[in-house]
DNA sequence: CCTACCGATCGGTAGG
DNA sequence: CCTACCGATCGGTAGG
């Protein structure tokens, strides 16, 4: 189907200059269509800027959230999404960087439907990993001095900066310091617990 | 003089709208010039963006560096400096967020004079940081356990995501959550230091 | 600093 | 999906 190629060339365009700036006829030629035979799928740049958002989160969904929905909830499942999230900046899933955090810094400024989707998106992840931190704190295996939010905001923060030191300054242990503080947090138990090693 | 209205200008609107997708016939009908009255003074946009980065870089250390210099070295500057450069997030210097935060976004893909100013401002600062960070260490007033680099990336990450947070959900507290992290990690001490409370 | 203009590209439409 | 085209805007230049 011509219009999934459109979407993925968008995508993967979008993450590396820009969601607006992507054009029509770039589009186009490197597909080799018609400015028509692309834009004719979606009736406008807004609807296809917002159909490359969509598939960027179903993306992110397959290649981050799917493969670990298998893990125990709690510590042992938020541990596995970090690591995925990591390993899909890392993976170079798209060209540009994350096509979530890059969208959103464009059009945080830009009240409109594509920046409501950004944000949607955004939140959605977001809570995916606070119900998993407030679970591992339920099940006593991280410390609830921290809120769940705070938690989380903290692991993005790491994510986040990880990503742009990659796209930034382009070395390859970019992403090294996200681990470390990632662990630094998840290591911290509620109790200075005694654990017995398995025979 | 006009060049100086023209790079704060692009500055203001290269916040927001991002540094390329900012125009030069929309500079010159905001400041009711003519276009060549505005590229002239540059002779090229690429020209003009440089001069722009480097607007806001010094804008950036009138801001938040300069008013610190005379806290004493060490933790305490560290300290006004993080709280300087939240600070100047709220006072929203720049109507688009952070500039510097949304030209190292926007040109990490692309090549060229501008994405290598944006990096070495960045690296300035990060530097500047890492310094403060030692220091503290080294006079015994932050926990040596993590390495000054790491404290930095870490901070830098707490600020990033408070400004993405600000900017993409314009939540009136969104910049807590940066400061409850920063503060719980700069009050690491080597020591569980016992402390006279002052008469 | 201006007017006037260049070729190129933009998003989008008409008609098929 | 195509060709052919619309008006608007782009960065930049010529000439003053």
Redesign the pocket.
Known sequence: ???A??VDSAAALGSGEGL?G?????I??E??????????????????QLAAVEAAAQRFRAEVWDPVAGEPAGLTRLRALMEAWLSYLEREVFPGGCFLTAAAVEFDDRPGAVRDAVAATWTLWLDVLEREAARAQAQEELASEISPRQIVLQLNAYVMAGNWNKQLFRQPEALTPSRVAIDRLLEMRPLPASRSSPP
Chains 1, 2 share one sequence.
Do not use: C, P, Q, Y
């Not at 992507?22 to 770039?26: K, Q, T």
């Not at 597909?31 to 296809?48: A, R, Y």
């Open positions: 189907m011509t219009r190629a459109v607006d992507l054009s029509i006829g770039r186009a030629s597909l080799g269509l018609s400015k028509s035979g692309v834009i004719g799928h979606f009736g406008s740049k807004e609807n296809l």
